[in-house]
């Protein structure tokens, strides 16, 4: 499997990362949320004492920098001990020196290569206090985004929601993403209030995009996906899709046929907040086509301006910190995106049919009918 990929839903059973009671699982979610909210919260108010001439950094910054810290440990263990060091250099800096501006030269003296890595992404240079916040945050986002492998949610009560789609989709709240006037057990979609979610549903239900039925196979592909099902056991052919939700995140996981997905997303009306990270992987095709397709997907993503790491049938994307607005259309793209590639590696037998893939759905041809 590619760097950055982590085992997912079909393997949880056998890593056992961890056991939380069924009755703590959704209160351990949003825990865990509430302090993804609190760095938010920090680093932002860091980010406007650095922009304010008027603000005593020596006294005002060691509070955001403090939360900081404590909210990656508490998300997801991903603040290492050389993050810790370089902000407890800071806060010294700031009290012994207040005066003093915290320049690039004291960033370059960081040994930023000894830093975890933020997902699979290059990491650009931290050349100041800004740079390393954004750092922080980055590392929030993967914390997050890992938080479905970390805890099985089929040991949580979750909600069935009627989706009008053919995917087996439950929900867990975490604060305002379903409405409150809902208790039956099957939930429709239009109750769902989560900002995000609600965008991912506009791209999946758009006209033209189809989540069932033939794409036009031929044999040896029929073959191959006879062959692939004939070796995997029923139950992980179709498996439960997942989100958690709150009014303005979401992360949903799911399975369908042979591949996997799973997109995160916070979308607020603060575009240093916001965020969508993307994943892909799979197929049942051989690995010369499942890699095409991934490459077909990479490349749509690179055109939405998404960060994008291909490794074989692995594709890993993020875009970081743009208008609410901006964050919604691209989620619907997405939804567009996630309809549009099912079963689409069966067909990519040779190079010009990924180009030719990538230019249809730039045009808005979701079918790829061949006459459009």
């Known amino acids: 499997m590619g760097v950055g990929f982590s085992m997912k839903n079909w393997l949880k059973n056998l890593i056992k990362l961890d056991s939380k009671p069924k009755v703590s699982l959704i209160e351990n979610f949003r825990t865990i949320y509430s302090h993804f909210l609190r760095l938010l919260g920090a680093r932002r108010e860091a980010l406007q004492i650095l922009k304010d001439p008027d603000r005593d950094p020596r006294q005002d910054l060691a509070l955001p920098l403090g939360v900081t810290l404590e909210s ?135 006209p033209g995009i189809t989540w069932s039925g033939p794409i036009g196979v031929n044999l040896k592909g029929l073959m191959v996906i006879m062959a692939q099902s004939s070796s995997r056991p029923e139950e992980d052919f179709w498996d439960k899709t997942y989100a958690l939700l709150s009014r303005d995140y979401m992360n949903y996981n799911s399975r369908l046929g042979y ?74 793209l997405i939804g567009r995106l996630m309809g549009c590639v099912r079963q689409r590696d069966m067909v990519m037998n040779n190079e010009s049919i990924v180009s030719w893939h990538i230019e249809a759905f730039l045009r808005g041809n979701y079918c790829f009918d061949p006459n459009k």
């Not at 990270?277 to 939405?304: H, P, T």
Request: charge should be neutral.
């Open 72 to 206: 990656l440990n508490l998300i997801g263990n991903t603040c290492s001990l050389d993050l810790v060091r370089v902000f407890q250099q800071i806060q010294k800096l700031i009290q012994r020196n207040p005066d003093q501006k915290i320049g690039a030269a004291f960033f370059q003296t960081l040994h930023a290569n000894d830093f975890p890595n933020a997902g699979p992404f290059p990491r650009k240079e931290l050349l100041s206090l800004p740079d390393l916040l954004d750092y922080g945050h980055e590392l929030a986002i993967e914390g997050m985004f890992d938080l479905l492998d970390r805890y099985d949610p089929s040991w949580g009560k979750a909600k069935k929601v009627q989706s009008g789609l053919p995917i087996n989709l439950h929900v867990m709240d975490l604060d305002g993403g379903i409405s409150e006037e809902t208790d039956k057990k099957l939930l429709p979609r239009e109750k769902i209030l989560s900002r995000p979610m609600q965008a991912l549903f506009r791209g999946m239900v758009y």
């Open 259 to 332: 591949h996997y997905n799973s997109v995160e997303a916070y979308v607020s009306e603060v575009p240093e907040n916001n965020h969508i990270r993307f994943m892909f992987k799979g197929g049942a095709a051989d690995d010369i086509r499942r890699a095409r397709r991934a490459r077909f997907i990479g490349a749509v993503l690179e055109n939405m301006d998404f960060e994008v790491v291909v490794q074989k049938d692995l594709v890993e994307a993020r875009l970081l910190r743009k208008a609410g607005s901006l964050m919604e259309h691209q989620l619907d």
